[in-house]
């Protein structure tokens, strides 16, 4: 999508709602924003959380705590059950690109200006990225 809104892919902040599980009878679910061209480590949140489990929530259950229809998915919670964590990347960009809610549009704002507005958990959850050779 950043290609067509013609916008670099480390400037997007991609949004994925995860279902995290603790243990055999406590579940959360975490809105992971990572830059968009890098997926979400799965192992580094299961570790954040000490939990058994990490995996992608269903859309349903990601519709209705993310307020949006997956792919328009915005880098805001507004649900007291969805924890917001970025990755330190997202919030260090000068320039942050997201959804605005919907698929043929984008809004832009600072990382920095992003994380006071709103607030999130600043972990690394996306994944490392291969050296080039002979670095």
């Known amino acids: 999508m950043s290609a067509l809104r013609g916008h670099p892919a480390t400037e997007a902040a991609k949004?994925?709602?995860?279902?995290?599980?603790l243990d055999r009878k406590t579940t959360r679910h975490v809105l992971a924003v990572v830059p968009g061209d890098r997926r979400v480590d799965l192992d580094a949140v299961r570790e954040?959380?000490?939990?058994?489990?990490v995996g992608f929530s269903d859309?349903?259950?990601?519709?209705?705590?993310?307020?949006?229809?997956?792919g328009t998915v915005l880098p805001f919670s507004f649900d007291p059950d969805l924890e917001l964590v970025a990755d330190p990347e997202v919030v260090a960009q000068?320039?942050?690109?997201?959804?605005?809610?919907r698929l043929d549009?984008?809004?832009?704002?600072?990382?920095?200006?992003y994380?006071?507005?709103?607030?999130?958990?600043?972990?690394?959850?996306?994944?490392?990225t291969q050296s080039p050779p002979g670095h």
């Not at 549009?105 to 200006?113: A, E, I, N, V």
């Open 48 to 53: 954040l959380f000490s939990a058994r489990y």
């Open 94 to 101: 000068p320039r942050l690109y997201f959804n605005a809610a």
């Open 59 to 70: 859309a349903a259950t990601a519709e209705r705590l993310a307020r949006a229809v997956p």
């Open 15 to 21: 949004c994925i709602v995860l279902r995290v599980k």
């Open 115 to 128: 994380a006071r507005v709103a607030k999130p958990r600043v972990e690394r959850i996306a994944e490392r």
């Open 105 to 113: 549009r984008s809004l832009t704002l600072s990382g920095s200006d």
